[in-house]
T-cell receptor
Framework: NAGVTQTPKFRVLKTGQSMTLLCAQD?????MYWYRQDPGMGLRLIHY???????AKGEVPDGYNVSRLKKQNFLLGLESAAPSQTSVYFC????????????FGPGTRLTVT | SQQGEEDPQALSIQEGENATMNCSYK?????LQWYRQNSGRGLVHLIL?????REKHSGRLRVTLDTSKKSSSLLITASRAADTASYFC??????????FGQGTRLTINP
């Protein structure tokens, strides 16, 4: 089992470009999350999903959109990238409630110039 | 805003010594979790302690929770070079969000 995978691993965008980050999990978990990690800031929740077809905003949702069309996939979109979105993005999942342990992907390092 | 705050921000010890990291939080919790992150990798869950538990062990890890002081500590005994990583505590804020602290960077010197 691959667990949680993220594609791509690295990406450089120019300001204003768009892109989609893909998260896939083969653990059959209900809950999925997108975080960003910045130096000195810890992890901050962007959006999350409690099941297929549902999404909700986290702590820092502005500038991002998400979709959960299939249970195993959670997509994070940047419609018009800004330098402030330069960060490392992590996807995670948990079996049921958010209080359960979360399993993380390896991360996507995004640079916006 | 961060719910959990780790202390110290950085810790450097000799191999074989014990490492202690602390986490303080602000509001009532359902549980508190500790995660490890090796450089350039994703977070790995270490241990979960529920609000009605005071201490929990897992191998060389010992976690304590003091809900009256809103604090937790993670002790790693007999440290090894492979323990070099950042350690994060995470607590529930509201019903649906797990909030992570800024982490403690632990370096184990040979």
């Amino acid at each position: 089992n691959a667990g949680v995978t993220q594609t791509p691993k690295f990406r450089v965008l120019k300001t204003g470009q768009s892109m989609t980050l893909l998260c896939a999990q083969d653990m059959n978990h209900e809950y999925m999350y997108w975080y960003r990690q910045d130096p000195g800031m810890g992890l901050r929740l962007i959006h999350y999903s409690v099941g297929e077809g549902t999404t909700a905003k986290g702590e820092v949702p502005d500038g991002y959109n998400v979709s959960r069309l299939k249970k195993q996939n959670f997509l994070l979109g940047l419609e018009s990238a800004a330098p402030s979105q330069t960060s490392v993005y992590f996807c995670a999942c948990s079996i049921r409630q958010v209080s359960y342990e979360q399993y993380f992907g390896p991360g996507t390092r995004l640079t916006v110039t | 805003s961060q719910q959990g705050e780790e202390d110290p921000q950085a810790l450097s010890i000799q191999e074989g010594e014990n490492a202690t990291m602390n986490c303080s939080y602000k509001t009532s919790i359902n549980n508190l979790q500790w995660y490890r992150q090796n450089s350039g990798r994703g977070l790995v869950h270490l241990i979960l302690i529920r609000s009605n538990e005071r201490e929990k062990h897992s191998g060389r890890l010992r976690v304590t929770l003091d809900t009256s002081k809103k604090s937790s500590s993670l002790l790693i005994t007999a440290s090894r070079a492979a323990d070099t990583a950042s350690y994060f505590c995470a607590t529930l804020a509201g019903a649906q969000k797990l909030v992570f602290g800024q982490g403690t960077r632990l370096t184990i010197n040979p």
